[in-house]
């Protein structure tokens, strides 16, 4: 057996190694797990991506590298490792890299890590609205507010200002806001 660098195409890296994982070969992507927000969403989402884009390891042995060549979006040159080589410098970083992205998964699912906003306000906190026409204000959460006519869900917040004697409720772009700082 020997272990076996592959180049898959953009993409299928995933695809290509449960292909040879179907073949009764061993296949590993080492993953990297980040928080994303994308576009106008309101939490951000843990995203999954290799770390080395391309790239599979396949553990198999001469005889069979030849079945590998079936193998749809896997480039037919692969380029060996030696055992030790591997042993003594991937195998250690690749552990190192996957105990970090099972954490990084852990604390997202548990809400323990300092980068994700999957729950970012609680009712009472005070928020700073830096865009938009109450851009400068300050307010206090209320509720997430999901309307029908809104492409994405909204923060309800009651402002300090006082008009007619009464505070003043505002529907804001979570996007727009941020806690409150000082």
């Known amino acids: 057996m020997g272990i076996w660098l592959g180049y898959a195409k953009t993409g299928k890296e995933a695809d290509v190694a449960r292909a040879i994982r179907r073949m009764g070969l061993r296949a590993e992507v080492p993953r990297n797990v980040v928080v994303k927000r994308r576009g106008k969403r309101r939490y951000a989402e843990p995203v999954v991506s290799p770390v080395f884009p391309n790239v599979v390891m396949i ?17 037919r040159t692969l380029i060996p490792i030696s055992q030790r ?28 890590s300092r980068n994700h906003r999957l729950s970012e306000y609680r009712i009472g906190d005070e928020l700073e609205i830096i865009g938009g026409v109450w851009a400068g204000h300050f307010a206090k959460f209320r509720r997430m507010v999901e309307c029908a006519d809104a492409l994405f869900p909204m ?9 007619l004697g009464k505070d003043v409720t505002a529907v804001v772009d979570p996007i727009i806001t941020r806690r409150r700082t000082g």
């Open 155 to 163: 923060i309800e917040a009651t402002m300090d200002i006082q008009l």
């Open 85 to 112: 080589a591997y042993d003594r410098d991937l195998r250690p970083c690749f552990a190192a890299i996957r105990h970090d992205a099972l954490q990084r998964l852990h604390d997202i699912r548990t809400g323990n």
């Open 59 to 75: 553990d198999c042995s001469d005889a069979e590298w030849y079945n590998l060549a079936k193998v749809r979006f896997l480039a």
